[in-house]
Nanobody, 127 residues
């Protein structure tokens, strides 16, 4: 069992940058492939970015490529999402997710691949 806690959300303006953090407890995060998802009002929860256990492989949805960067610090049991050039359409609740991964370089983009979820953190981007 692993518990995930997101932090770093807030209200920003178009073009601003923000970094989300996801800190794990209960088990070491190095056992898990990790991801960030987001859910906007009235929409389904979608993948934003994913990262392998080792951090060597990443995945980004097209909407955020070149603007967002996912990274991890296994020593700190934390995964980050650096968000630059934010847009109003990035407004959503952002969720951290984890799944056990036997392969150190495997990346998973499907929500149903993940067994553990945080409570979410709200990001609002004003125009």
């Amino acid at each position: 069992q692993v518990q995930l806690v997101e932090s770093g959300g807030g209200l920003v303006q178009t073009g601003d940058s923000l970094r989300l953090s996801c800190t794990a407890s209960g088990r070491t995060v190095s056992e898990f492939a990790m991801a960030w998802f987001r859910q906007a009002p009235g929409k389904e929860r979608d993948i934003v970015a994913a990262i392998s256990r080792s951090g060597t492989n990443t995945y980004y949805t097209n909407d955020v490529k070149g603007r967002f960067t996912i990274s991890r610090d296994n020593a700190k049991n934390t995964v980050y999402l650096q968000m630059d050039s934010l847009r109003p359409e990035d407004t959503a609740v952002y969720y951290c997710a984890a799944r056990l991964s036997y392969g150190s370089s495997s990346v998973f983009s499907r929500g149903d691949s993940y067994a553990y979820w945080g409570q979410g953190t709200q990001l609002t981007v004003s125009s």
